[in-house]
Nanobody, 125 residues
């Protein structure tokens, strides 16, 4: 069992930056593949970025590639998402998720077992 708590969301102007954090409980954080997802009003939850449990593998959605960076600090049980050059289309609730059944990054919501409560990111144009 793992609990996830996101923080760092807020209101930012287009072109600005935010860094999201996801604090995880438990001693096995390093064994979980982790992901960031987002959900905008009226839209499906979508994959944003992922971090594998083995090595330093990462993956990104095409829409954020080159603007967002996912990272993790296993000593601190914390996952991060650095978001630069934010656009109004990035406005959404952002969730972090942990995948216990595989070390590999998943791109679909149902591949993840644990979810945080979400943090709102609003980008004004």
């Amino acid at each position: 069992q793992v609990q996830l708590v996101e923080s760092g969301g807020g209101l930012v102007q287009a072109g600005g930056s935010l860094r999201l954090s996801c604090a995880a409980s438990g001693r096995t954080f390093s064994m979980y593949a982790m992901g960031w997802f987002r959900q905008a009003p009226g839209k499906e939850r979508e994959f944003v970025a992922g971090s594998s449990a083995i090595g330093s593998g990462t993956a990104y959605a095409d829409s954020v590639e080159g603007r967002f960076t996912i990272s993790r600090d296993n000593a601190k049980n914390t996952l991060y998402l650095q978001m630069n050059s934010l656009e109004s289309e990035d406005t959404a609730v952002y969730y972090c998720a942990a995948r216990s059944r595989s070390y590999v990054i998943g791109r679909f919501s149902d591949e993840y077992d644990y979810w945080g409560q979400g943090t709102q990111v609003t980008v004004s144009s």
